[in-house]
């Protein structure tokens, strides 16, 4: 007999971790990002050099989640999952809290990520330029082709504005 209480035990406990490694993750981009803006290059070595223990639980977490999918026979999906949500939540509708919850950490995360990766793409340019005027020489710009290709020095044939 399949028991949805322990479904639901399960998929809940499943979720609040999914939330606190999302939070953790966060907090670790977070960090990184200050530590740029500062320029304190020791404490960016040292939260670089720490292993990130919420990135690799988040992978497991995913692969436990999928195999209780599974195990009460549904997909892996996010149909799968609110089905299985609509299935085994309680009254309160718990699971369909924490999973709201979930969605919107990792969306706040990927903004999270999504600027981090603005900052370093901006450092590098900070680094290009300086290089171009240390050297003496242009930076070598990347363009790109019709067809999203990159290309660089004397084949340079349009900007991303064209292309």
Same mark, same amino acid.
């Given at each position: 007999m399949i028991d949805a209480n322990q479904c639901r035990e399960q998929l809940a406990s499943l979720l609040r971790q999914q939330i606190d490694c999302t939070v953790a993750t966060d907090s670790y981009l977070s960090e990184l990002r200050q530590a740029i803006a500062e320029n304190r290059l020791a404490d960016l070595n040292q939260s670089i050099m720490q292993p990130q223990t919420s990135l690799q639980k988040t992978d497991e977490l995913e692969r436990q989640r999928r195999s209780l999918m599974e195990s009460y026979g549904f997909s892996v999906d996010r149909a799968g999952l &609110?089905?299985? !949500?609509?299935w085994c939540d309680d009254d309160s509708g718990t $699971?369909?809290? #924490?999973?709201l919850e979930l969605l919107e950490k $990792?969306? %706040?995360l990927e903004r999270s990520l999504q600027v981090s990766n603005l900052l370093v793409n901006k450092g590098k340019q900070g680094i290009a330029k +300086? #290089? &171009?005027? #240390?050297t003496q020489q242009p930076a070598t710009a990347k363009t790109y082709t019709a067809s999203g290709t990159t290309q =660089? %020095? =004397?084949? #340079?044939?349009?900007? !991303? +504005?064209? +292309?």
């Open positions: &609110e089905h299985c !949500i609509s $699971l369909h809290q #924490l999973h $990792l969306t %706040g +300086a #290089l &171009e005027v #240390l =660089s %020095g =004397s084949t #340079l044939k349009r900007t !991303i +504005a064209r +292309a």
